[in-house]
């Protein structure tokens, strides 16, 4: 990975966020977009929408991730102690004891879990200062922000930052190319709380159903989607599977590049570690694809405290390659009918076998 792309995964991935508290991401993508006089826009949920293109009529396709990962709200501030909400996934047994991250505005302080409250949401915190109130304040883990370790980024929260750093570092690449696409880049909010963000897109009609949608993830490492190994095309997730003709096309693309490409891998598998937005937009009649960074420490989740998240740079470099192709040759129409004419010159040559 080149060092501007690297600084950019950093700088994103240090960034404070959580579900419905994703203004810092949200301002240093729209920063990012205007830098470069791409093409922004916002509905009115807040998801936001970059665009490049470039060309005389260049076929559309939108790499979409969310900005927020799992944290917490402060409900109520009695100077040091705060009454909080988790938003989103996470293991109630690493609650009691362990450090947070609080965001106040501008600041950020440290402080301890010091019970939870029954529900395995609800648990208090001792700050290390006294706040003068809860409006807007929220937090994570106290875990550090990003750590580059040989091939790794271990991080607060790569779900999703990692994601939306991959799709604006795909968006920086076309344009110093001057390439000929019409990529979306599609970033939504709270996803970790069922896909709300992504239920904003639909309902606001942000994007069109003529544009095809690739939905890009961390998604927890099984077995056939290991980390180090490559970009997972993701087939399918806990709840549903995708468009089998956009599971074609870039399969098909990723093979192309692992042919001419030593330094390119990938992976293939129905992840279903958990449910992604690409479910919501498969319901709601779009053409659906899905990636997925293999992820270490799901949700923060380890065996005892909360533990940094983490993907492969290697990965991420391979992710950056993967969508750089696609959007320079976007999944359009019947994808399929190279192997359809396969089967049926097969069935022909057989074809009176089975006729006796």
């Not at 290390?128 to 409006?135: H, I, N, P, R, T």
């Not at 922000?145 to 990692?162: H, Q, S, Y």
């Not at 056939?224 to 997730?237: F, Q, S």
């Not at 279903?272 to 989740?301: I, W």
């Amino acid at each position: 990975m080149n060092k501007q792309t690297l600084k950019l995964f950093t700088n994103l991935l240090s960034l404070p966020t959580a579900p419905y508290k994703e203004d810092a991401v949200s301002a240093f993508i729209q920063a990012f977009a205007n830098k470069r006089g791409l093409s922004l826009k916002a509905d009115k949920y807040g998801n936001l929408i970059v665009r490049y293109t470039h060309g005389k009529d260049p076929k559309p396709v939108a790499l979409t991730a969310h900005m927020d990962h799992p944290g917490f709200e402060v409900l109520e501030a009695n100077g040091r102690d705060l009454k909080a909400r988790w938003l989103g996934g996470c293991d109630p047994n690493h609650f009691p004891g362990s450090r947070v991250t609080i965001i106040v505005g501008d600041e950020q302080l440290s402080g301890r879990v010091t019970s939870a409250l029954g529900d395995g949401k609800m648990f208090e915190i001792r700050a290390q200062k006294a706040l003068s109130g809860s409006d807007g304040v929220f937090g994570y883990w106290g875990l550090k922000p990003v750590v580059i370790d040989g091939d790794l980024f271990r991080t607060k929260g790569a779900d999703n930052l990692a994601s939306c750093a991959a799709i604006l570092a795909v968006l920086d690449r076309l344009q110093k190319e001057k390439a000929e696409a019409d990529l979306w880049g599609v970033f939504t909010r709270a996803e970790e709380v069922g896909l709300v963000g992504a239920g904003g897109i639909v309902a606001a009609k942000t994007v069109p159903k003529k544009v095809p949608m690739i939905v890009l993830e961390t998604s927890k490492e099984l077995p056939g989607a290991e980390i180090g190994n490559g970009p997972v095309i993701r087939v399918g997730d806990r709840m549903s599977v995708f468009d089998p003709r956009v599971e074609y096309a870039v399969h098909s693309l990723a093979q192309d590049l692992e042919s001419k490409n030593k330094n390119f891998q990938f992976q293939r598998l129905l992840m279903s570690g958990g449910v992604c937005e690409a479910t919501v937009y498969v319901l709601h009649g779009f053409t659906v694809g899905a990636l997925a960074f293999p992820l270490g420490n799901y949700h923060n989740q380890s065996k005892r405290w909360p533990a940094a998240e983490y993907i492969s740079i290697s990965d991420s470099d391979g992710m950056i390659t993967l969508c750089h192709a696609i959007a320079i040759n976007p999944p359009v129409g019947e994808t399929r009918t190279p192997m359809q004419r396969r089967f049926e010159e097969g069935f022909k040559r057989q074809e009176k076998r089975l006729l006796g």
